[in-house]
Structure formats: structure tokens, C-alpha cells
């Protein structure tokens, strides 16, 4: 099979990604989630006209020529409306939050009044009428669209759908990536290796990643070399949206990623891709599920997740992808020309007082390099057959996001 371009490899990996349904969850889970449908405030907010002072409700035309003596007639306190009315010469003690008497329409706050017995002094006029109240619906009115469909709850966005009255948000279902690490070679962190193994550390990041993307990351554990395991362990992927393996998936005697997961059904769309890192990726359907066979390395493995998993991961939540809001830098330090595959270049990002972002490229580009990967911003695109670039010159890049 011959390299597959980059383009063609990401349009195959997200053609078949579609939109997941809706689900309900309560305020306390949404965080994060994608809301799935636009919301209407089901509350007026404020509901009624309301005190934003400590002070004296009173009418405006009684205090127009301050100083004036009033009578109090009552209090209101936030949830205990005062159910009288306000007439000439009246004042009803109020409170932050309360809802204005009939009859008032303005606050005088309490650090301009003197209190003697049942009368008020009020020593200075406000500035206008109305002053120190909160009209009704200042905030929304029911029925109002305040969060539409698509938008990534945060902390505001579920405080106002709080206030908006909705105990529960309408989400996207978070996309299942099942991960499947596979190596003999491999102990997992905080054990004693031998002398001939490695960390596992893909899994973790991976997990990481899906998490940071939306997504319900399912660590199916280590499978070994060896069909038996890769068998048993890979069968219990198949529930997935997306099924990601890594590891195994060149072309050496113990890379079985393709055979086995053939016999448990997976129909290849590609293997191998015109990149670097992560030439020896694999594409297809298994089931309902996609499945993503990337390389062990840990670089690679991790760009292929930023580069291909994250928008499929973005189409099943209904996101726009990186592809809709593509980004550039210029370049910071010379590139030599490229040759036939895409290089995504782990690079740090500086901005100058202009806000014009600069990406330049780590002179070591391994793909075991994990110490470099941590200190970049972005992945500087080279695209097959660049020339040599000078700095200055532009080229796309493609942050990370974590
Ligand atoms: P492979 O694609 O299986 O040939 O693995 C390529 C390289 O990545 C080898 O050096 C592996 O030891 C390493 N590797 C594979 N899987 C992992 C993993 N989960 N964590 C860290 N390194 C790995
Ligand atoms: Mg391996």
C-alpha cells in the first residue's frame, strides 16, 4: 500500500463520524459537556422590580427636595415581600434583593438616611427615580435563548442555566474511546521494570486526551504480542464509538494490530500515512465502532491522537473542527525542504507585542521524545514537498489545547 496524504487520511477519519444523540444530566455533571440544544430561560430575572440596596423604598416625588422626613410603614426584607402599598409620605424599610412595595419607586440607601423611631430621615435626594432598583426581566425574560446548542458548559454558562431555572441540561453523549495499549516490552507506572522494559505511558496520555476533548476515555489495559491477548483484550473494545489501540502497528514480526483486529472484524480503510511522525497508522470500521490503530512511540502516537482523534471526537459532539478555524504562525528558525511526507513538528509558540505568533521548531524531533513534546505549544505543519524556509515566512499550525 502507498502513503496516504494527511488531507485524504483526515477526510476518511471523520467521514463516518456522526453526531451522537442527546442525553439528559443534572447541573452538578454538566460541566465541560456540549450542550445539545438551544435553551430558553424558563424565569423573568429578576421576576419582580428589586431593591439592589439596604435602605428605604419610598416614591421619588416625596424625596425630590431631600432633606424629608418619612413614616415607615413596614419592612421587606429578600423573600418576604411587604404586601402593602406605599403612599405620600411613606417609606418601607427594605433590603438587597427584595422585591420594590406597590406604590415605591426608588431606594434610598441606608448610609444617607437617619432612622428615628417609625420615621426616616432622608438626607439627600437620589439622583434619579427608579435609582437602586432592579427592573423586572433585567436579566432575561422568559422564553429568552440565552445558551445555544453547541456551546461548552463552564462554570457561567451552568450558573445561568441555573438561573434560568433548569435543573437538568440536554448534552451531547460523550463519544466511548476505548484504548488498548499492546507491547511486551511495557510495565505500567510505579513498578520495578527489568532491565529489557519500558513505562507504559501512551494509555495515560491518550486517556488524558480524550477526557480534554469531550470525550469518555476507556482504558482497556496492556494486551501482549501475542494473538491470544491481543484477542481477548481487544474484544472487549467493541462497544465503543471509537476503538484506539497503540503500538503494533508496523510492519516487524510482533506488529499484530492489523491481523487480529481483522479477524475480530475490522475492515481497513487505510494503513500508513504520508507523515512524520506516525507513518504506520491504521483506519478502519469494526462493528458500529471506528477503530484508529496508532504507532507505540509516545510522540507519535500522541500527535496522531491531537491530529486525527480530536476531530473526530469534535464531529460526534457537533464542534467544529480544526479545519474550520485553521491558524498560522511564522516561522522562527530555518526549515529544510520536506520531503514526500507531512511533518508536524513539535514546536514552542512566542507572540510580539503585536500579538503575531511565532512557531519555531525544536531542532530534535525523535518520536520517543516525550520531554520535547511537553515543552511545545503547537505542531508546526511542513507540508510534503516544502521548500526550505527562511524564518518569517508563514506556515499552519495546530495548537494542542492542553
Ligand atoms: P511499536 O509501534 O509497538 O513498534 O512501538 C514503537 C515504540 O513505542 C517502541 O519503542 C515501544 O516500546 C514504544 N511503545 C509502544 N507502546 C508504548 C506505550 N504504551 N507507552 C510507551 N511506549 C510505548
Ligand atoms: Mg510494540
Not at 424558563?42 to 413614616?71: E, I, N, W
Not at 519500558?198 to 496492556?222: K, M, Y
Not at 520535547?372 to 515566512?393: F, T, V, Y
Amino acid at each position: 500500500m502507498s502513503l496516504l496524504p494527511v488531507s485524504e487520511a483526515l477526510e476518511r477519519t471523520q467521514r463516518d463520524c456522526r453526531v451522537l444523540e442527546t442525553e439528559q444530566v443534572a447541573l452538578p455533571d454538566a460541566m465541560r459537556r456540549i450542550l445539545a440544544a438551544d435553551l430558553p430561560a424558563r424565569f423573568t430575572q429578576p421576576a419582580f422590580d428589586a431593591s439592589s440596596m439596604d435602605g428605604y423604598a419610598v416614591r421619588a416625588a416625596d424625596v425630590a427636595d431631600a432633606p424629608a422626613k418619612l413614616k415607615v410603614i413596614g419592612e421587606a426584607p429578600a423573600g418576604h415581600a411587604f404586601e402593602g402599598k406605599v403612599e405620600a409620605g411613606e417609606a418601607v424599610r427594605i433590603f438587597t434583593g427584595a422585591p420594590v412595595p406597590e406604590g415605591a419607586d426608588t431606594v434610598i440607601m441606608q448610609e444617607v438616611t437617619v432612622r428615628e423611631g417609625d420615621r426616616v430621615m432622608i438626607g439627600q435626594s437620589p439622583p434619579k427615580p427608579r435609582h437602586f432598583v432592579r427592573p423586572r426581566g433585567l436579566d432575561f425574560c422568559e422564553g429568552d435563548i440565552l445558551l445555544h446548542q453547541g456551546r461548552r458548559l463552564g462554570p457561567r454558562e451552568i450558573g445561568l442555566a441555573a438561573a434560568m431555572n433548569h435543573a437538568e441540561l440536554p448534552v451531547r453523549r460523550k463519544p466511548k474511546v476505548a484504548i488498548l495499549a499492546t507491547g511486551d516490552e511495557l510495565v505500567f507506572p510505579g513498578q520495578t521494570p527489568r532491565p529489557d522494559q519500558i513505562i507504559a505511558s501512551n494509555s495515560f496520555a491518550l486517556a488524558a486526551l480524550v477526557t480534554a476533548f469531550g470525550g469518555d476515555p476507556v482504558d482497556l489495559g496492556l494486551a501482549r504480542d501475542n494473538r491470544a491477548s491481543l484477542i481477548e483484550m481487544g474484544s472487549r473494545a467493541l462497544e465503543a464509538d471509537i476503538i484506539v489501540t497503540s503500538g503494533g502497528a508496523s510492519v516487524g514480526d510482533h506488529d499484530l494490530v492489523i491481523d487480529v483486529f481483522e479477524e475480530l472484524g475490522l475492515k481497513v480503510d487505510f494503513w500508513k500515512v504520508a507523515q512524520r511522525p506516525g507513518k504506520p497508522m491504521i483506519f478502519g470500521h469494526l462493528g458500529k465502532s471506528l477503530f484508529l490503530g496508532l504507532p507505540g512511540n509516545p510522540v507519535s502516537s500522541l500527535v496522531c491522537a491531537r491530529v486525527y482523534l480530536k476531530p473526530m471526537i469534535d464531529a460526534m459532539l457537533g464542534l467544529p473542527g480544526d479545519a474550520d478555524h485553521p491558524e498560522e504562525a511564522l516561522i522562527g528558525a530555518p526549515l529544510p525542504a520536506n520531503d514526500e511526507r507531512q511533518d508536524f513538528l513539535r514546536a514552542a509558540l512566542s507572540k510580539d507585542e503585536n500579538g503575531q505568533l511565532t512557531a519555531t521548531a525544536f531542532g530534535k524531533q525523535d518520536s520517543s521524545m516525550m520531554n520535547i513534546l511537553a515543552r511545545a505549544d503547537c505542531l508546526l505543519i511542513r507540508p510534503p514537498q516544502a521548500p526550505a524556509s527562511k524564518p518569517g515566512e508563514r506556515a499552519r499550525i495546530l495548537r494542542f489545547h492542553f
